[in-house]
């Protein structure tokens, strides 16, 4: 089996790579650092995904059994020019790459973000999209669905992983514990909850979407149990020594604030990320948990990996320091 796996530099698509080439797959990896990719004896091609891809490049692949599709600019904020070019042209360059080099498979990583309503949404299932997006992330991460989905030619599974984590994390359980150490966090009452999930359980969904015969389809993946935010955070700041502060604040009144913010970054020259955003702060609000019985009834898949097991597993020997945070 012969894999490109973009994104490959990432906390995923890395993960994802190293999971492929040990299990004897001939990974082709595109990402941000490729000599990072070659130490790793993975085979690097950097590619701007932004444009489409050479014939020379095509070439230096060679014939792909499949692709899986990781990259993408995964961020709160920012233009929605750079989202856009990251996230729905890059799909659609590396969706033509994947026919011209005679793939048999497409998987494509999206997001649960795409469900995100300042609303309590439990059991969530995959045609439960939001009305409208709540930031440029989600939006054209739909949008990028929706380009794969049209190509019937390339068997395609979109898979939306909820709230990823593990050793390597440089986003979900860092930035959570760098808020922590620099000021009080808002609570809410009642407080958010999410099913967050294990990188070995969202790699292990991945591998079964590259074995099933299943086309079409849009597949939630999660660790399957909603767990309350402030938890999620006091767990992972025990592990670090860190010692959340909280500000019980209204909901209400902090929205109207941060949407103020929000529109003050806008104007501002470089439209700086302001300290809080609407959508994080709905996180730390509201509940939202996916329904996964299709992944288990289409990949054969479920979580393995509990909340607790996550945790142990992510800090393990270091593995995420104080230091890096």
Same mark, same amino acid.
């Given at each position: ?5 973009? #994104?490959?530099? #990432?906390?995923? #698509?890395?993960?994802? =790579?190293? %999971? ?5 797959? $001939? ?20 590619? $701007? ?5 050479? =014939?020379? &490049?095509?070439?230096?692949? @060679? ?8 990259? *993408? ?15 729905? +042209? ?5 969706? +033509?790459?994947?026919?011209?080099? @005679? ?17 309590? !949404? ?20 739909? !949008? ?11 068997? /395609? ?8 984590? *593990?050793?390597?994390?440089? %986003? ?19 407080? *958010?909850?999410? &099913?967050?999930?294990?990188?070995? +359980?969202? /790699? ?10 299943? =086309? ?31 500000? %019980? ?8 604030? /941060?949407?103020?913010?929000? *529109? ?5 020259? @470089? ?16 509940? !939202?948990?996916? $329904?996964?019985?299709? =992944? ?5 898949? !479920?979580?393995? /990996? ?20």
């Amino acid at each position: 089996m012969v894999v490109l796996v973009t #994104g490959a530099t #990432g906390f995923l #698509g890395s993960t994802l =790579a190293m %999971a492929l080439h040990q299990a004897g797959a $001939d990974v082709v990896a595109t990402g941000r650092n490729a000599p990072t990719l070659d130490r790793l004896g993975l085979r690097a091609v950097p590619l $701007d995904l932004s444009m489409p891809v050479s =014939a020379c &490049d095509a070439d230096r692949i @060679g014939p792909l059994t499949a692709v899986v599709h990781c990259a *993408g600019l995964s961020s709160p904020w920012g233009s929605k020019a750079a989202f856009k070019a990251a996230n729905v +042209d890059a799909t659609r360059h590396v969706a +033509d790459l994947a026919q011209r080099q @005679g793939a048999r498979r497409f998987v494509m990583i999206s997001t649960a973000s795409v469900y995100f309503q300042f609303a309590d !949404q439990d059991g969530l299932t995959e045609d439960q999209v939001a009305p409208s997006p709540v930031n440029a992330y989600a939006g054209t991460k739909l !949008q990028a669905e929706d380009h794969a989905l049209a190509r019937s030619d390339l068997n /395609v599974i979109v898979i939306r992983p909820r709230g990823i984590y *593990g050793a390597g994390d440089t %986003a979900l359980l860092p930035r959570l514990m760098r808020v922590a150490r620099k000021r009080p966090l808002p609570r809410f009452d009642p407080a *958010g909850a999410t &099913d967050i999930t294990h990188v070995d +359980d969202v /790699v292990a969904a991945i591998m079964r979407a590259l074995e099933v015969d299943v =086309a079409g389809e849009v597949i939630n993946v999660s660790g399957g149990v909603g767990v309350p935010l402030p938890e999620i955070i006091e767990a992972a700041c025990a592990r670090t020594g860190v010692v959340p502060r909280w500000r %019980a604040l209204p909901f209400g009144p902090a929205l109207a604030a /941060v949407r103020v913010m929000e *529109g003050a970054a806008q104007m501002w020259p @470089g439209r700086p990320e302001p300290p809080v955003t609407a959508y994080a702060l709905g996180i730390l609000r509201y509940r !939202q948990t996916l $329904d996964i019985s299709k =992944a288990h009834r289409l990949l054969g898949w !479920q979580p393995q /990996v509990s909340f607790e097991d996550g945790l142990a597993r992510t800090f393990k020997d270091g593995a995420l320091r104080p230091g890096v945070l």
